[in-house]
């Protein structure tokens, strides 16, 4: 069985008790980055060997995960934060594991877009998620001129080395709207920036942003 159990974004008491039993009585975890995952193992003592499954390696990876759960292997995938398969490479794990037959079970817990959005004041009935928009500028000003026509709130992840340039984007493509910037939610500095898109890139331009971001429109 492949177990799909979600982990802290941030805050590592914002973890299931299901979650902690299962990766308790896995034979081994698949993650993004050991790491990373073995502080999370460490603090509530789970001693489960832990494989490296990451987006550079998912094909050949994939291949040995699959081997060992049509063995009868059980393994727990998890990401650096959040849920499994969220704009990481965990869907090809999945996907090649309900092919073979394997089953895939989920284990519910956080995920940074639904945290962002529920404190965003944003509707929340619809929402239309996008995961990363484009690297390039013009493909990621393609995107954006898109999305200004839909009636949905619009959710997105941006890294800190690529925020600014986006806001960039957004105001050309839509203008200076009011938006949402959620950052480090559920960290020690987490906050939700409200206000319009030049205000809020004046602010990122005064002070280096930092930490990983969550963008609502």
Request: glycine share 8%; with cysteine; aromatic share 8%.
């Amino acid at each position: 069985m492949l177990h799909i159990v979600s982990t802290p974004i941030g805050n590592l008491g914002d973890i299931t008790y299901r979650a902690v039993e299962v990766l308790k009585s896995v034979d081994l975890i698949a993650c993004e980055d050991t790491r990373h995952t073995s502080i999370l193992c460490q603090h509530y003592g789970i001693k489960v060997p832990l494989s490296s499954y990451y987006e550079y390696n998912k094909v050949v990876k994939g291949e040995h995960l699959l081997k060992l759960l049509k063995d009868g292997k059980q393994i727990a995938l998890v990401s650096d934060a959040g849920t499994p398969g969220i704009s990481d490479p965990g869907f090809s794990l999945i996907r090649a594991a309900l092919d073979a037959g394997i089953k895939v079970v989920s284990i519910p817990g956080p995920t940074a877009l639904i945290a962002a959005l529920s404190i965003s004041g944003y509707p929340t009935n619809k929402f239309v998620f996008e995961g990363f928009l484009p690297v390039k500028s013009g493909a990621r000003q393609k995107r954006l001129n898109e999305l200004k026509s839909l009636k949905q709130t619009v959710v997105f992840y941006e890294s800190p080395h690529r925020i600014l340039r986006t806001l960039e984007d957004m105001l050309e493509c839509l203008g200076n709207r009011e938006i949402a910037i959620g950052r480090e939610v559920t960290k020690k500095f987490e906050e939700v920036l409200r206000g319009d898109i030049k205000t809020l890139t004046a602010k990122f331009k005064a002070s280096k942003p930092r930490g990983e971001f969550v963008v609502i429109f």
